[in-house]
């Protein structure tokens, strides 16, 4: 049943929330995800292969845990944003925002009349009945968040126009598929990835837009942070538990320093939902 987003509130007041990507498919790592203190959680059906009712039950294990659940839906997918947002998503990330056009199409499908054109449903998100529809379809356009992922050279040129249109809640980076975009794939760090995620930065702050930094290393969380970036997101589950395990492994066979050995062993990777090149 629809609750109050507690992220959009923190943003709201100033305060800095903390999410990750979870792609592998199960409800007990989400509950993993929010009872080590999470704020949020970003449910990924776009890349991980999730059908609508196992959606629906990771979202449940996210309310579960008092963690906010968004969904990553796949690109330009009007139908993947109804069905999250009806599973009880309290936000959804698209994918690839290149233009204003992208930027309508999701806040049409994400929010309710005279916002949007989202289908009216009475299931779960309005607890079966238990919120009067009405009343429900306000608070919804209330509470549901448009994030809008730029990890294309496009969307970076863009930026000002796309969110001077409104209807987006919060900008996150996607500094991997943004490398292949300016043709230096996985370059996270190469200088013309790190200068537009300056200019993204940028943009957000003129348009007053809260803007999502996924830091590969403590140095770039404690630059954002001087740079008043309050949202985070802190890598992938899938990488976070990787390294754990191989460092586990290597500590006890080789005596080596935790988190030292193998692929992936520097500081946030995981795919494109934390990498660290």
Request: glycine residues 14%; aromatic residues 6%; proline residues 6%.
């Amino acid at each position: 049943m629809l609750r109050p987003n507690a992220v959009r509130a923190a943003l709201r007041e100033g305060r800095e929330v903390y999410g990750l990507f979870c792609s592998i498919p199960n409800p007990v790592l989400v509950e993993m995800v929010g009872c080590a203190g999470y704020d949020f959680v970003v449910l990924d059906s776009e890349h991980a292969l999730v059908d609508p009712e196992g959606l629906e039950n990771l979202v449940r294990a996210a309310e579960a845990v008092g963690t906010t659940p968004f969904v990553r839906v796949p690109e330009n997918d009007p139908g993947a944003i109804l069905k999250a947002l009806d599973a009880g998503a309290m936000g959804v990330v698209v994918p690839h925002v290149r233009t204003r056009a992208d930027a309508d199409a999701a806040v049409r499908a994400a929010r309710y009349a005279p916002e949007g054109m989202r289908s009216l449903n009475g299931g779960r998100v309005p607890g079966f009945g238990l919120i009067d529809l009405a009343e429900y379809v306000r608070r919804a356009n209330e509470e549901v968040m448009v994030v809008a992922m730029v990890e294309d050279a496009e969307g970076v040129d863009a930026l000002p126009e796309i969110l001077a249109g409104g209807g987006i809640d919060l900008v996150l980076e996607g500094a991997a598929d943004l490398s292949q975009s300016y043709g230096v794939t996985w370059q996270t760090r190469h200088p013309v990835v790190v200068e537009a995620l300056g200019r993204i930065h940028a943009a957000c702050t003129e348009h007053g837009v809260p803007y999502c930094a996924l830091p590969r290393t403590p140095e770039d969380h404690r630059a954002w942070r001087e740079a008043g970036v309050k949202a985070f997101v802190l890598g992938e589950e899938r990488g976070l538990a990787f390294r754990a395990l191989r460092g586990h492994l290597d500590a006890h066979r080789d005596g080596g320093p935790a988190g030292s050995g193998g692929p992936g062993g520097s500081a946030a990777s995981g795919g494109k939902g934390g990498e660290a090149r």
